[in-house]
Each structure stands twice: as C-alpha cells, then as structure tokens.
C-alpha cells in the first residue's frame, strides 16, 4: 500500500520568503507528526496532531513556523520569512494511533539562499 | 532540541564483521526505538523496545533496553554491504502521544 508521501522533495528559496510543505499520511492513520532533520544531526520534533484534537505544537522552533491539518488526512507546514537557519530536511511521519509506530515519508529538503 | 548521545559517530567495517552501537541519556525513557536510514529516504523502523531490560532480535540485529531506563544499545552481526546507512536511536516518553527524542546517528559503512 501507499506510505508517507511529501512535496515537494526539494525547495530552494530565497531568505525572506515564506514556504509550504505538504504531507500526505498513510490512509486511515489518525496521527501526524512533523520532524526537522538538520544536516549530519538526528531528528527533532515539531508538532504532532491526533485527529480532531488540538495539536502539540512544542517542537517549534518559533511563531514563524506553523502547521494545519484538515481531519485526518493532509498536512502543511508553512515557514514564514525563512532565514537560512531553516535549512534541513522536513520529515513528516504518520501513525496508526498515539502510541503506535511512526511511518517516515522521504522528506522535503529545503534550502534557504 | 534534544537529542540524545549516540556512538560510535561513524564506522567503516569489512563485511562479516559485527557492529555494536549504543545510545544514551540523561532523562528515562519508556521506549526505545531504533531506525535506519538510507540516502534520500525517511527513517525505517528495525526494532523497538518496551520494557527495561529487554532484548529483542530481529534477524542479524539485536537490542537492549537499558535497566535503568536511560541506554540502549544495538548489534548487527555478520554485516552485508546493504547495512550501509545512518542508525538513529530514539527514546519515546508517553506524552499522551509517543514523543520521540532522536539520537545523533551513526553512520555504517560496510566494505565488501
């Protein structure tokens, strides 16, 4: 069956600009979660959203950063006057519950010039 | 963010050799997971782990939970050219949801 998918794999952009990136979760998967990965670092938490429950939104980094998700079914994460400190890789993952295992899509490499 | 301390960085090993890896931290964790991951590609679950204590293998690769809930270490024996990649561990605690905190990774390269 089909799994995380992201767009776009890869984004350039000038600093200054705002960005969206999309994540689409494995069908039926009610929790969400989206990952910063910076380059040779391991993965940080952004934010998590279950269902129709307000999200846990301690992960990021600052109120430049935002993310929706419509239901259960597709997410954004939107960066606003991104500045090249937001280079990395965005990762979005899906889970079948809270607490079951989380289902990794290839990510979305964004590089702010 | 946190993340938590993993070693070796990196490891250049010729295949058939055995690799151990470890991870550890200040703070307790209530699971233990690690993934691999290949270039371009999101992480993949190998193993997770529940209890302190446990050991759990999944074909050539095998992991312990920590007794005191704040380590854990995994082996791959007999390794093959396709365990290249970066091991991430990660700690989750039960927020409610399961809150990963990853580890620094460390990247296998495997000579044939």
């Known amino acids: 069956g089909a799994g995380v998918s992201q767009s776009p794999s890869n984004k350039v952009t000038e600093k200054g600009k705002d960005v969206e990136l999309r994540c689409d979760p494995i069908s039926g998967h009610t929790a969400l979660y989206w990952y910063r990965q910076r380059l040779g670092q391991g993965l940080e938490f952004l934010i998590y959203f279950q269902g129709n429950s307000a999200p846990d939104k301690s992960g990021l980094p600052s109120d430049r950063f935002s993310a929706e998700r419509t239901g259960e079914s597709v997410s954004t994460l939107t960066i606003q006057r991104t500045q090249q400190e937001d280079s990395a890789v965005y990762l979005c993952a899906s889970s079948l519950g809270r607490a079951e295992t989380q289902y990794f899509g290839p990510g979305t490499r964004l590089l702010v010039l | ?112």
Not at chain 2, 60 to 84: C, E, H, M, W, Y
């Open chain 2, 1 to 112: 963010g946190q993340q938590l301390n993993q070693s070796p960085q990196s490891m250049f090993i010729q295949e058939g050799e055995d690799v151990s890896m470890n991870c550890t931290s200040s703070s307790i964790f209530n699971t233990w997971l690690w993934y691999k991951q290949d270039p371009g590609e999101g992480p993949v679950l190998l193993i997770a782990l529940y209890k302190a204590g446990e050991l759990t293998s999944n074909g050539r690769l095998t992991a312990q939970f920590g007794i005191t809930r704040k380590d854990s270490f995994l082996n791959i024996s007999a390794s093959i050219p396709s365990d290249v990649g970066i091991y991430f561990c990660a700690g989750g605690v039960n927020t409610g949801f399961q809150k990963l905190v990853f580890g620094t990774g460390t990247r296998l390269l495997v000579s044939p």
